[in-house]
């Protein structure tokens, strides 16, 4: 069996579901609740990335970081800026 060693969270920690929810909202102030996570996880690839430790999902900070941010758009001075595309 291979093992992998993961260095994409520091001091190798991983937060649980409710954990996670709570990093999301408190460090970007995007609401996220555990069962989002758990509805994403089910149904959904846009979720953000988590490892399996038996039942338990574990979700690395880098990777609720990256999904958290790709789900922030871009800043704009006028919603009428909003349909436009900028390039």
């Known amino acids: 069996m ?5 260095t994409d969270f520091p001091n ?3 937060l649980r579901r409710t954990e996670a929810a709570e990093y999301v909202t ?3 102030g995007i609401p996220c609740s ?3 996570l758990a509805k ?10 988590f490892r399996m430790a038996g ?3 574990l979700y690395p900070k880098l990777g609720l970081d990256a999904w958290a941010q790709n789900k922030i758009g871009p800043l704009v001075r006028s ?3 909003l349909g436009r595309r900028v390039a």
């Not at 291979?2 to 993961?6: A, D, L, R």
Request: contains cysteine; glycine residues 6%.
């Open 55 to 57: 039942r338990t999902p």
């Open 2 to 6: 291979k093992t992998e060693i993961t």
């Open 12 to 14: 190798g920690r991983l």
């Open 40 to 49: 994403l996880a089910c149904v959904s690839s846009d979720g953000p990335p």
């Open 34 to 36: 555990p069962k989002t």
């Open 79 to 81: 919603t009428s800026e």
């Open 26 to 28: 408190e460090t970007y």
